[in-house]
């Protein structure tokens, strides 16, 4: 079965202090890794799509990596508009048609000014 | 473009009621999903549409019904409501009608239901 898990459920930072969040995952062939951001009472906002084992994406303050097991996000130098939860999605290689993602359940980041 | 929209944002129902949620794209995706989201667990996939006339039972599909409308539309109806079906529910679409390469999925707004 296709598991996502994500860590730590919650991070709070200063403003400035940089870190990591882990995204960890059991897949049967991966097609894809994604990373989203959600605000509160929002839909989930697309960040990054990974593909293989030692991609990197970058965005403004956050960069994404792949490993074959997990992925990082990295956040350099935050700010407070950055605190959102951070979502993590894999897409698992199936015969069946339609491109499903199974989620975890999510990194909420709080920076602090 | 609008993207994904959703109707309504909020909705009350008591337990047995029955309502139908509306989703739509104008991006002119082929793939739409359904999933829900609850406190402390990630997504999941309630229903899916590869494609126009196409459905397909997601990870939770008990309680729910879908109907792919046409292209632009995908709603999701509740038949007799139950309190476990409290939840925020989002749509989403994608580009791909087949699942053979990565695709992106693009979210709605989210519906937050209550069943009392």
């Known amino acids: 079965e296709d598991q996502v898990t994500q860590s730590p459920e919650a991070l709070r930072l200063q403003e400035g202090e940089s870190s990591s969040l882990n995204c960890s995952y059991t897949v049967s062939g991966l097609r894809g890794l994604f990373w989203y951001r959600q605000d509160p009472g929002k839909g989930p906002e697309f960040l990054f799509t990974l593909y293989s084992a030692g991609e990197e994406k970058e965005k403004e303050r956050l960069k994404a990596t792949l490993t074959k097991k997990e992925s990082f996000l990295h956040i350099t130098a935050p700010k407070p508009e950055d605190s959102a939860t951070y979502l993590c999605a894999v897409q698992a290689r199936t015969k069946e048609y339609g491109n499903k993602l199974v989620f975890g359940a999510g990194t909420i980041l709080r920076v602090k000014s | 473009n609008a993207g994904v929209t959703q109707t309504p944002k909020f909705q009350v129902l008591k337990t047995g009621q029955s309502m139908t949620l509306q989703c739509a794209q104008d991006m002119n995706h082929n793939s739409m999903y359904w999933y829900r989201q609850d406190p402390g667990m990630g997504l999941r996939l309630i229903y899916y549409?590869?494609?126009?006339?196409?459905?397909d039972k997601g990870e939770v599909p008990n309680g729910y019904n879908v109907s792919r409308l046409n292209k632009r539309e995908f709603s999701l109806r509740l038949e007799s409501a139950a309190p476990s079906q409290t939840s925020v529910y989002f749509c989403?679409?994608?580009?791909?009608?087949?699942?053979?390469?990565?695709?992106?999925?693009?979210f709605g707004p989210g519906t937050r239901l209550t069943v009392l």
């Open positions: 989403a679409s994608s580009e791909a009608k087949y699942a053979r390469y990565t695709d992106t999925q693009y």
């Open positions: 549409s590869a494609s126009e006339g196409t459905t």
